[in-house]
């Protein structure tokens, strides 16, 4: 089955992946609209489709099916509410939206107009952490009290990262809404949703916006949940620890998972066999696009990441202790 997409703006990092690997799967680009008018023409010429500079009249293209978008999180809320209007499916990176209030709006018009809907959430899709999360739920942890995730990289400290990342407007905060989204949804995911939290973002770099964040969250239950992100740390693997009463997992991305557990006798067990991943995130939706089945990151797992987002930010204008010098 042939489908043609457009590319809705070049403006996240991840614009160029996504294009790639849809070509690869089948999919025809055949159409780019870019607020950035030069960037957008560049990129049409490079895919060979059309570029167009009125998002409305793209939209009207009825051989188009689905939309990729990876905009500026600030026009998120217009655009998809606009495709959704349209008709198109819906591909969007994280985050869905800058408020909660905005993510019910899209929520109301994709119910409404009947479209599939796909947030990125890759990490969701890595057999090692579907291994945490199974062995977490299994009980054999014991009471599950404390996760702990760290996703950073040296983006700003090695001026990898554009300009526009450091665009609050745009962007509605920094590495926090950013890297730190993954380990916002891999946290709710683990531990359901928090009752508060409390945030500290610094700025390394003198950035406008955060480069190195921490946001601690409770949970109903008792548990802690630790989110930890920034753009200036170097050879940090992404990393995972969960806690409970009878046992302990630890993951890192170079080290693989291993776990210990009242059922181990204490002893640590490095995991070799694991579960099954999930396809990207990008293939399926292009799988509910072509099956007509939901997909797994959904419009409630969107609104439930902005909300986390949506406090995290919050708490981090509340002052904390000061210690006097």
């Known amino acids: 089955m042939h489908m043609n997409i457009a590319i809705i703006s070049f403006w996240h990092v991840h614009g ?40 409305d009249r793209l939209l009207g293209d009825s051989s188009i099916v689905g939309v990729v978008i990876t905009a500026a999180t600030a026009a998120h809320t217009e655009l998809i509410i606009k495709a959704a209007r349209a008709g198109k ?14 993510c019910l709006e899209i929520k109301a018009a994709i119910e409404r107009y009947d479209v599939h809907f796909t947030i990125s959430f890759p990490h969701m899709c890595n057999p090692s952490l579907r291994f945490a999360k ?75 916006v955060e480069d190195n964040a ?26 995972l620890e969960i806690g409970g009463d009878e046992g302990a997992l630890v993951y890192r991305k170079d080290l693989g998972v291993s776990y210990a557990s009242k059922k181990t006798n204490g002893k640590w067990i490095n995991v070799t066999d694991l579960p099954a991943g999930l396809p990207t995130p990008l293939s399926l939706w292009i799988k509910s696009l072509k099956e007509g089945v939901d997909s797994p990151f959904g419009i409630d797992d969107a609104i439930a990441l902005t909300e986390m987002m949506e406090g995290a930010y919050q708490a981090a204008k509340t002052p904390g202790f000061v210690w006097e010098n």
């Open 214 to 239: 921490v946001c601690i969250m409770e949970f109903a239950d008792g548990a802690i949940g630790v989110n930890e992100t920034g753009f200036v740390s170097s050879n940090c693997p992404l990393t």
């Open 16 to 55: 160029k992946s996504y294009a790639d690997e849809a070509m690869k799967a089948g999919l025809n680009i055949t159409a780019v609209w870019d607020e950035n008018t030069t960037r957008g023409r560049e990129w049409a010429k490079k895919l060979g489709c059309a570029f167009y500079d009125d998002y």
């Open 134 to 208: 199974q062995l977490s739920d299994s009980g054999e942890l014991g009471r599950i009290h404390y996760g702990r995730v760290r996703n950073v990289h040296n983006g700003a400290s090695a001026g990898r990262l554009p300009a526009h990342f450091y665009n609050a407007a745009e962007c509605g905060g920094g590495a926090m809404i950013d890297l730190g989204a993954h380990g916002m949804y891999l946290l709710r995911w683990l531990l359901g949703k928090p009752i508060n939290c409390r945030s500290l973002f610094t700025k390394v770099t003198g950035k406008p």
């Open 89 to 102: 499916h819906i591909f969007t990176e994280k985050v869905l939206a800058l408020t909660l209030a905005e």
